[in-house]
């Protein structure tokens, strides 16, 4: 009975003889395919087969490693008007714009407003002056009040309108006669004031 060993041996010296008559066999089938490619003036390209070329290339993208991805320059965002270094806006800021709290005005394509707000020191703008509110003229007010008045309403909304119009017409009465008072109590008050005399030294 044969051990296991020997079995082994066997086995190994077989799979030698199989790959030398494999190796034999396909040295026999290349060069007659050789022969026929001549023959018959062929390609690989013809026969559907990959190049000499494309083989090699497969071969070594078996063992290629994975292609790195290459960083490209990306677009600058931000520039510095002194020295006009830009920044793309990635990675680790530069200096001179770590320290700003608004990157606004180092924006390339900044909007006009806030470019001029860049340029324009912050101290040196003053704020807009507020706009007095357009008084309407007491005449006006009368006009619009008369004219809802003419208007067709109802009894209570006519009694209404009729008491606006009145109170506004006494109000413009009034105003002259206000004004006169104050102008007869200026002098008045100015002539009983009395001189004060220099005293001498």
């Known amino acids: 009975m044969a051990t296991l060993s020997a079995i082994q041996k066997q086995i190994a010296d077989l799979e030698k003889q199989a790959a030398a008559i494999q190796k034999s066999e396909i040295g026999a089938a ?8 001549a023959k018959y003036h062929l390609t690989a390209s013809d026969l559907g087969l990959p190049s000499a070329a494309g083989r090699k290339s497969a071969k070594l993208g078996a063992t290629k490693r994975k292609p790195v991805a290459r960083k490209t320059a990306g677009i ?20 001179w714009i770590a320290g700003a709290k608004n990157r606004d005005k180092f924006l390339i394509n900044a909007p006009a407003a806030v470019a001029q707000a860049a340029v324009a020191p912050a101290a040196a703008t003053k704020p807009a002056p507020k706009k007095r509110a357009a008084k309407k003229s007491v005449a006006a007010v009368a006009k619009v009040n008369a004219a809802k008045a003419a208007a067709p309403a109802t009894p209570a909304v006519k009694k209404t309108r009729a008491k606006k119009a009145a109170s506004a017409s006494t109000a413009v009465a009034k105003k002259p006669a206000r004004a006169a008072k104050k102008a007869a109590a200026a002098p008045a008050s100015a002539s009983t004031a009395a001189p004060v005399a220099a005293t001498p030294a």
Request: proline residues 11%; aromatic residues 8%; hydrophobic residues 20%.
């Open 30 to 37: 290349t060069s007659k395919i050789k022969e026929l490619m």
């Open 76 to 95: 600058p965002k931000f520039r510095d008007p002194k020295t006009g270094q830009t920044w793309t806006g990635n990675g680790k800021a530069p200096g």
